[in-house]
């Protein structure tokens, strides 16, 4: 006697995320943050800004809210920021 597993075949959408829920593939709405790849030692030094922001304010910041004011910031002074790519770039790629 042989077993037929009957699988009902799902449609996906060709361009949508999707994640396994443990019995079937469900959609993921779409992030609306933006991934950017850093070096380690660019993220070693968020984290630790990061811990003096939670003693500061006495709870811990998503990762995203530190490294966006960071950014926000540093845009008010964009020749500091020209600097600072310069010297980075040069310490990266020597």
């Known amino acids: 006697m042989s077993e ?3 699988q009902k075949e ?5 361009g949508k995320l999707y994640q396994f829920d ?15 790849p850093i070096t ?3 993220m070693m030094e968020i ?3 990061r811990k003096t922001v939670q003693k500061s304010i006495g709870m811990r ?5 530190v490294v966006s004011a960071m950014i ?3 845009a008010k002074n964009p020749e500091e920021v020209v ?3 310069k010297s980075y770039g040069q310490k990266i790629y020597g």
């Open 10 to 14: 799902e449609v996906f959408d060709k």
């Open 72 to 74: 926000v910031e540093m």
């Open 4 to 6: 037929e597993v009957s």
């Open 47 to 49: 984290q630790e800004l």
């Open 40 to 42: 380690e030692e660019a």
């Open 22 to 36: 443990g019995s079937r593939f469900v959609q993921v709405e779409p992030s609306k943050e933006i991934k950017v």
């Open 83 to 85: 600097n600072a790519v």
């Open 61 to 65: 910041p998503e990762l995203s809210l």
